[in-house]
Structures are given as structure tokens and as C-alpha cells.
């Protein structure tokens, strides 16, 4: 009967005092509890195992990057990064307990974590008290959070076995209201005061969610290291597709073994609980913090160890890799023309068959409005410094201008060139019934980073210029106009770079579900080649995986046609750019291209007649590299692709 009271207080106030959850009789057995107590050790030794080796071989890596002198492809140089704060103001933010409203200070650190406060002015202290900090790492912004919740609630409810016509209306939250959520995390609801404010706070928030550093050690052997580890870990569980993640170090292994459990156990035990929707949710939070609880209790002490592992193991092996830097890049060369020799023949017919289908597509949809947003990002840098040039009388006139150009990559008259790549966002959704790797609004959010970040450079470039001219309106008209070729050619540059992350985001799914298989027992036998003092610093799968991605990447040039390598006319690469190591070890990817791709700009013309026969027979005679057939069902339309490349 107490399951029938109007409020189910009873029913509540019992399951707040269960000690254990997952000895509870909600379909939470004794072999379920000990079926994830042992996904937890299993995937923490892998994770051991991959990140130990991985460091090793992070080590060899940097000892070859700090040893060569590789030049950046841009011209465009990059200011350093500002330690001003970014942005701050009021809001109102729900409590997390009692769930009452407060008004807050909020300012935006350089470093993307944000802090609050009860006052301006304790705000503005050097070590001003704080009521809170947020550190974003992980979380995604949500800007229209009623609609975001009931989401949430209709899919709990499938995943619950549940009808969606049971659940109860969600609090309904004011106008103006965005939510800062992780799916595992605690989550922030906070209301602006107006449109505008809240439109500006979404997209600062946005930006602090991807680029808020969530690693406690930033050192990039480490970085690098950890990466690589959970990526073939997650490997070695079958999951080949992208995953989101950020975090501590801690916190990442948590959700990347929590992100397992609920594959494998979770489905099971949530389909287990009965009862109404209120009494469900109840247990289902219960369970889901013991969960989380039982992984970050095996986790904190796993990674302590690992840690402690590592930076034992760093000091003795840094002066053997020293030793044998040459034997070891020659070695290296050597098994990589054997890798080619080997697995060429087992995967060209692979790729062939299964991997990157509809590459053309993508690039259709993605390259045009991405040259239309950066082509007038360098129509808004014209403008803006040709109105500025008549300042440039005195030094003042000089710090003017400058100021308000400094401003420019981020102010909203920028969203005239951010815009023009919104428009691929609903085309971008259709392709996730093909191609579920793709997410629109990422990858739209990084094309816009893309373009302020090219444009701030040009500004940069030019204030550094036209100090070095001297600052007058006569330099600035000179400098303008070669700057110009220089925003074109790194524009150019950044369009094909981001093309090429995309299709890769497409196809390696696909590849590591197709290639590694029949390529694992080809590349046993090489690794008998390593000399024993060497095996510790080579490694097989990942000289193979090097491989691979240069495949990749030439078959992706192929595709990309003249915007794989923009040249730059009159321009001396060598001379003009700066050796940007440290600038390379701290990226979170590394694309490391082998050759230099420079082609003459390609202006697309329209040939009528026999140009453009001459044309079609030019194609039709080349024969195809690789050619790719796919075919999915969409509704009631089926879709069918072949591309040859």
C-alpha cells in the first residue's frame, strides 16, 4: 500500500536508507554486481598496459620532434595567448542542493575555467573568495533546457522499458535559462537577464566547454601518452567511433569505464526495476551513483599507481633513448617499408571495398560554405583595417586602431562569416543515418574557431608588420595588400586541413572495425625483427597505424583535389616561418604530413565544347585508386553511392 500513497513519501524515505545498492532486490543480482567488479579490473589493466607502453613510445616521439627543425605551413603568425580575463557579468544560478536561486558574478578566466561570485567587487580582489568554479572539460552547452529535459526524460523512459505517456511533467525553467550538463556530472542551470546576454553566455560557455584543458598534468608525453591509451583501449572493447570525453585523468577513466558498464550490465539492470515512473528514477539514481562509486573507488588508487609508475620509469629510460636515437630511426625506417611490403596487397583491396564511402559528398557540403565564411572574414579584416588607417597619425591614433582590431575575431560583426558554414548543419544531420560519427554542430562550432582564429592572426600579423614599417597610413595601404595573400593562402590552408579531419572523423571507424583484423597476423611476424634493446621504443601496431594514416591522408589529398596543398606565389616558406615545436607538443592532435603539397590555387572555370569533352575523356582515362560502394535506408528511400577516387 505504501507504494500507493499520493506523494510516495514512504516509498522514498525506504529507499534513501538502503545502505547497499547493489545487493538490492531491483534487479540488481550478486552476478551483475560481479560481472562489473570485473569489466572495472579488466579494463583498468588494460588501460595499465596501453599507457605504460604508450608513454615509452611518447618519449621516443618527443626526443624526434626536439631533434628536428620542422617548419609551421601557415604564414600567419599567432599571438601569444592573453591572460585577460575573457568575459563576466551577472546571472542567476540554481543551487544544487536546495535548488534556490542566486545571483551571481561570473567571470571567464584565460584559462576557460569560470568562477562566481557573491559580489563585483569580490570578484575584482586578487584573491577574492569564491562561492564556486566551474571547470567545463566535458560538459555541452544546452540552450534550450526544456526541451533539452524533456528529451532527456522520453529517452530514460525507453532505455527503462517504460511508456513515455507515464512520465511527469519536468520543472519548467524561466525564459533565458541555458544548462551547462555532463551526463555523469553535477549540472548548472542559469538565467540571464535578457536575449542578448543570454546569446553571448551560450556561445562563451560553448567555447569554454571545448577548450577547457581537463588533464591535471599538461606535460605533453603524458598527454600524448594517455590519449593514445584510451583511444586502443576502447579499441580492445570493440568501440571503433568517436567519443566525446574530458576531464581529470580520473575522471575520464571513470566515464570510460562507465560508458562500458552501461553497454554491457547497465541496460540489464534498468529493465530489471519495476514499479511507477517515480519510484524507477529513485532507483535508478541509487544504482548510478553506487556505480559511479564503485568505479572511481577502484579507479583513484589505479591511476595513482600507474603515475607512480611512469615517473619511476621516465629517468632511467630518457638517457637510453638518447643512446639510440639513430639506430632507432633507422630501425623504424626499415620496418616501415616492411609494413608496406606486407600489409599493401591485404589492404588496398580492404580499403577498396569498405572504406570512405560518399568522401565526395561530405567535401561538397563542407568545402563551399567554408571558403564563402572565410572569403568574407577577409572582406570584414579589409574594412576594418582601411577604416582604421586614417588614426594611424600619431601613437595614440596607433593604440586605437589596434584596440579595435584586436576586437574584431570575436565581436559579432565576425557571425557575417561564422554564418555562412550554419547553413551545412541540417544537410550534416541527414548524413549521421550514414555516418554516425559526425556530429553538425561540432563540427560547425570548430569551423568557426577556425576563422577567428585565422582572422586574429592576420590582425596580429599586420599590428606586428606595421610596427616594424612604422605605423602610418601610407605602410598599412603596402601591407594590407600583401597581408591579403597571406590571409588567402593559410584560409586555404585551414579549409583543407579541417576537410581532412572531417573524412578521417568518416572513415576510421570503419577502417578499425575492417583493416586491423587481417593486418594483426601480418604484422606478428615483424615484430620477432626488433632487437630486445629496442622493443620497449617500437611498437608494431603503432608504426602500422603511422602507415595507415599516411594512406589515408593521400587518398584524402586525392579526393580534395587543388585544395590539398595551396601554394603561396613569390613566398620563401623556409625563411618565413618559425620552427613552432613546443607550439606542435601541446596540440591535442598531431597531423603530421610527410611531404609538402604545394599546387597552384585552383579557380574553378566552366569550359563549354571541347574543353570540357577534353576534360571528361581525361578523367574517364585515369584509373581509379581506390572505389568505394555504399548503401543504407533512410525512411522509405534507399540511397546507393559509389565515388571512385
Known amino acids: 500500500n505504501s507504494y500507493r500513497t499520493p506523494d510516495n513519501s514512504r516509498l522514498v524515505r525506504s529507499v534513501h536508507r538502503l545502505s547497499d545498492p547493489l545487493t538490492m532486490p531491483f534487479g540488481l543480482t550478486a552476478d551483475l554486481k560481479r560481472e562489473a567488479e570485473d569489466l572495472i579490473k579488466a579494463v583498468l589493466a588494460t588501460f595499465t598496459t596501453e599507457y605504460v607502453k604508450a608513454f615509452a613510445l611518447a618519449m621516443v616521439e618527443k626526443a624526434k620532434l626536439d631533434a628536428q627543425e620542422e617548419p609551421r605551413e601557415l604564414i600567419l603568425e599567432e599571438r601569444e595567448p592573453s591572460k585577460a580575463d575573457r568575459l563576466e557579468g551577472w546571472m542567476v544560478k540554481e543551487g544544487s542542493v536546495r535548488k534556490s536561486w542566486k545571483k551571481r558574478y561570473f567571470v571567464v578566466r584565460h584559462d576557460y575555467v569560470v568562477d562566481y561570485y557573491e559580489s563585483e567587487e569580490e570578484a575584482k580582489k586578487e584573491k577574492g573568495k569564491r562561492k564556486g568554479s566551474m571547470s567545463l572539460c566535458g560538459y555541452s552547452v544546452i540552450d534550450d533546457v526544456n526541451n533539452g529535459l524533456i528529451t532527456r526524460l522520453r529517452n530514460l523512459a525507453e532505455k527503462m522499458g517504460m511508456d513515455v505517456s507515464q512520465l511527469p511533467k519536468p520543472k519548467e525553467y524561466p525564459e533565458h535559462t541555458l544548462e551547462i550538463h555532463h551526463s555523469r556530472r553535477r549540472c548548472y542551470f542559469i538565467t540571464c537577464e535578457n536575449k542578448e546576454s543570454f546569446k553571448k553566455w551560450v556561445e562563451e560557455f560553448q567555447t569554454c566547454c571545448r577548450r577547457a584543458y581537463g588533464l591535471r598534468d599538461k606535460e605533453w608525453v603524458h598527454e600524448r601518452a594517455f590519449r593514445d591509451a584510451v583511444r586502443k583501449t576502447r579499441w580492445s572493447l570493440g568501440r571503433w567511433g568517436y567519443w566525446s570525453y574530458g576531464g581529470s585523468e580520473e575522471q575520464i577513466l571513470s566515464d570510460l569505464i562507465v560508458d562500458e558498464l552501461e553497454y554491457v550490465v547497465f541496460g540489464r539492470i534498468l529493465s530489471g526495476l519495476s514499479g511507477p515512473w517515480i519510484v524507477r528514477n529513485k532507483l535508478r539514481k541509487v544504482v548510478t551513483k553506487a556505480m559511479d562509486t564503485l568505479v572511481m573507488a577502484a579507479v583513484v588508487p589505479a591511476w595513482k599507481v600507474m603515475s607512480e609508475t611512469v615517473a619511476t620509469l621516465r629517468p632511467k629510460v630518457e638517457p637510453t633513448i638518447k643512446e639510440l636515437a639513430d639506430p632507432l630511426g633507422k630501425m623504424e625506417a626499415e620496418l616501415v617499408a616492411k609494413i608496406r611490403e606486407a600489409v599493401m596487397s591485404t589492404l588496398e583491396p580492404l580499403l577498396k571495398e569498405h572504406v570512405a564511402p560518399h568522401l565526395q559528398k561530405p567535401i561538397d557540403i563542407i568545402r563551399g560554405p567554408l571558403r564563402e565564411a572565410f572569403e568574407e572574414s577577409q572582406k570584414i579584416f579589409a574594412e576594418h583595417v582601411s577604416g582604421q588607417e586614417q588614426h594611424l597619425t600619431d601613437d595614440a591614433g596607433k593604440q586605437k586602431a589596434f584596440r579595435h582590431l584586436d576586437w574584431l575575431p570575436w565581436g559579432w560583426e565576425m557571425w557575417r562569416a561564422t554564418d555562412k558554414f550554419d547553413s ?49 597610413a601610407e605602410n598599412s595601404t603596402k601591407l594590407r595588400a600583401e597581408l591579403m595573400e597571406d590571409y588567402a593562402h593559410d584560409s586555404a ?21 575492417v583493416v586491423r583484423t587481417p593486418c594483426k597476423a601480418l604484422l606478428e611476424p615483424l615484430a620477432g625483427a626488433i632487437p630486445d634493446n629496442m622493443k620497449d621504443f617500437l611498437d608494431i601496431q603503432k608504426l602500422f597505424d603511422d602507415v595507415l594514416d599516411d ?9 580534395l583535389g587543388d585544395d590539398a596543398g595551396p601554394s603561396h606565389k613569390g613566398k620563401s616558406k623556409e625563411k618565413k616561418h618559425n620552427s613552432h615545436k613546443e607550439e606542435k607538443h601541446h596540440k591535442e592532435e598531431h597531423h603530421e604530413h610527410k611531404e609538402e603539397h604545394h599546387h597552384q590555387e585552383h579557380k574553378e572555370e566552366h569550359h563549354e565544347g571541347k574543353g570540357k569533352e577534353k576534360e571528361k575523356a581525361t578523367i574517364e582515362e585515369e584509373k581509379p585508386l581506390f572505389s568505394f560502394g555504399v548503401s543504407a535506408e533512410t525512411g522509405s528511400e534507399a540511397v546507393s553511392v559509389e565515388i571512385s577516387v
Open 551 to 559: 594512406v589515408i591522408h593521400h587518398s584524402i589529398v586525392a579526393v
Open 424 to 472: 551545412t548543419y541540417e544537410v550534416l544531420w541527414d548524413l549521421r543515418t550514414i555516418f554516425p560519427d559526425i556530429y553538425p554542430w561540432s563540427l560547425i562550432w570548430r569551423a568557426r574557431d577556425e576563422v577567428r582564429q585565422t582572422t586574429d592572426n592576420a590582425v596580429y600579423t599586420y599590428e606586428k608588420r606595421l610596427e616594424e614599417a612604422g605605423a602610418n
Open 493 to 513: 590552408l585551414s579549409t583543407r586541413n579541417l576537410c581532412e579531419e572531417i573524412l578521417k572523423m568518416i572513415i576510421m571507424p570503419v577502417i578499425n572495425t
